[in-house]
């Protein structure tokens, strides 16, 4: 576990210093990736109070403090590294994940992160020589993936039939969770488009 992450003394000491000085019990630090695997990856460091913890959270318990770190986000944190450099403005924490943007999907990956991959790896490379993008907005409890258009999608009057052809048969067919494909996106320029 150790090998995942590798946190400074210098970092170590500083976040410590940082809860100190909140004066709350028992808080610890939580490490996740937002938008993991995809392009627009972050990787995030926040206060984490044990109500805010989640179950399946691997806990690294360091000499000063206790991290949090996300499930999801363990195989994106690969070789990441947190360091506190001290410098004449009082320091500056940083983090560098070089694994967090990079498609790291199994079978086991959550349906989230296989719909950005083949969003990210074959659907966006296909509809980038339109000058357009798609995007996941959320998986719903209904096996939907809403998709959200940009660029040179949106207001395109072509953009049922690549969402419905195009899009949905390639999502439907590699991740069989998903059982449709919804657009987020109002393409149309009247106000009550969808009151036919």
Known sequence: MSK????????????????QDKNETDL???IFISDPGTPKAETCLAYCKPDEAMPDDMILNLDLINVNIEKRSVPFLKDCEVNFD????????????????LPNISPESPVEDRINYVIYNEINPMLESHGGEVSLVEFSDESIAVLQFGG???????????????IEKTLIEQIPEV??????????????????
């Open 4 to 19: 995942v992450i590798n946190i400074t003394k210098s970092a170590e000491e500083y976040l410590a210093k940082l809860i």
């Open 28 to 30: 610890s630090i939580r």
């Open 179 to 196: 059982k449709a494909v919804k657009d987020l996106t109002d393409h149309s320029v009247t106000d009550n488009a969808y009151y036919k």
């Open 152 to 166: 040179g999608c949106q207001g395109c009057g072509m953009v049922d039939v690549t969402l419905k052809d195009g």
């Open 86 to 101: 001290n410098d004449t403005f009082g320091g500056q924490l940083t983090i560098k994940a070089p694994n967090a943007r």
